[in-house]
């Protein structure tokens, strides 16, 4: 029972540590690069819904597959789901480095409201006994999900995230056809880290913040 209350009180925890790392991705953004452009970060947000929306057949498809060979076809195709959504976004909707880079930041932030929104529904799964929930908590065990630094590395990977979404989006409205190199890196990232993930966490954050920053510094550099 204790171990439970401490599980229920770090993912709660999470919250408020994803949600630093929009505040502050913000205010860096904001003071150092451009002013925010509230309609940019709405497209953004409302692309990534869009590539949610696309991977949604996919995840039908694959219910009933084993978990991992279920995993490694969802993180495969979320490389051309959210990429090809990316790519119509800087092509019709936004233009210019402002409304580029904070297309970038709602991508990202989105995300990061569907971790917080997550992260609820994992706690108030902690706090059941039936067997499917027994089941589910085994199963995030399994993935290395449940830990009591929990928050630091979600942190830690939002982070990440955050660049790499930024990045991609800034290189896409500098190049078009960079299409054809964000697809396969956006899946091996994702799959990389569902392989990692089983043996070491923090392996894995570290290397999605450090995917996620080098794109970022190329994005801004290119402009």
Same mark, same amino acid.
């Given at each position: 029972?204790?171990? #439970?209350?401490?599980?229920?009180?770090?993912?709660?925890?999470?919250?408020?540590?994803?949600?630093?790392?929009?505040?502050?991705?913000?205010?860096? !953004?904001?003071?150092?690069?451009? +002013?925010?452009?509230?309609?940019?970060?709405? *497209?953004?947000?409302g692309? &990534?819904?869009? +590539?949610?929306? !696309?991977?949604?057949?996919?995840?039908?498809?694959?219910? =009933?597959?084993?978990?991992?060979?279920?995993? #490694?076809?969802?993180?495969?195709?979320?490389?051309?789901?959210? @990429?090809?959504?990316? *790519?119509l976004?800087?092509?019709?909707?936004?233009?210019?480095?402002?409304?580029?880079? &904070?297309?970038?930041y709602?991508? +990202?932030?989105?995300?990061?409201?569907?971790?917080?929104?997550?992260a609820?529904?994992?706690?108030?799964?902690?706090?059941?006994?039936?067997? =499917?929930s027994? @089941?589910?908590?085994?199963?995030? @065990?399994?993935?290395?999900?449940?830990?009591?630094d929990?928050?630091? &590395?979600?942190a830690? @990977?939002?982070?990440?995230?955050?660049?790499?979404?930024?990045?991609?989006?800034?290189?896409?409205? &500098?190049?078009?056809?960079?299409?054809?190199?964000?697809?396969?890196?956006?899946?091996?990232?994702?799959?990389?880290?569902?392989? *990692?993930?089983?043996?070491?966490?923090? *392996?894995?954050?570290?290397?999605?913040?450090?995917?996620?920053? +080098?794109?970022?510094?190329?994005?801004?550099?290119?402009?």
């Amino acid at each position: 029972m204790t171990a #439970t209350r401490t599980l229920r009180r770090a993912v709660l925890w999470t919250v408020p540590a994803v949600a630093a790392v929009a505040v502050l991705f913000a205010a860096a !953004l904001a003071l150092w690069l451009a +002013a925010p452009r509230w309609g940019a970060i709405a *497209l953004g947000a409302g692309g &990534w819904l869009a +590539a949610l929306v !696309l991977r949604g057949p996919i995840i039908a498809a694959v219910a =009933k597959l084993p978990r991992e060979r279920a995993a #490694t076809v969802i993180g495969a195709a979320s490389g051309p789901c959210e @990429e090809i959504v990316r *790519l119509l976004l800087v092509l019709l909707l936004v233009s210019g480095f402002p409304e580029t880079l &904070w297309a970038g930041y709602g991508w +990202a932030a989105i995300e990061i409201v569907y971790t917080m929104v997550n992260a609820l529904a994992i706690r108030s799964l902690l706090g059941r006994t039936d067997e =499917k929930s027994l @089941e589910a908590r085994r199963m995030l @065990e399994a993935q290395g999900v449940l830990r009591a630094d929990g928050p630091l &590395w979600a942190a830690v @990977e939002r982070t990440g995230a955050g660049m790499l979404h930024i990045g991609l989006t800034l290189l896409l409205a &500098w190049q078009p056809w960079l299409v054809l190199v964000t697809i396969p890196l956006h899946s091996a990232a994702n799959l990389l880290a569902v392989r *990692l993930m089983r043996t070491s966490l923090a *392996l894995t954050e570290v290397l999605v913040a450090a995917v996620g920053a +080098a794109a970022f510094a190329l994005g801004l550099a290119c402009w």
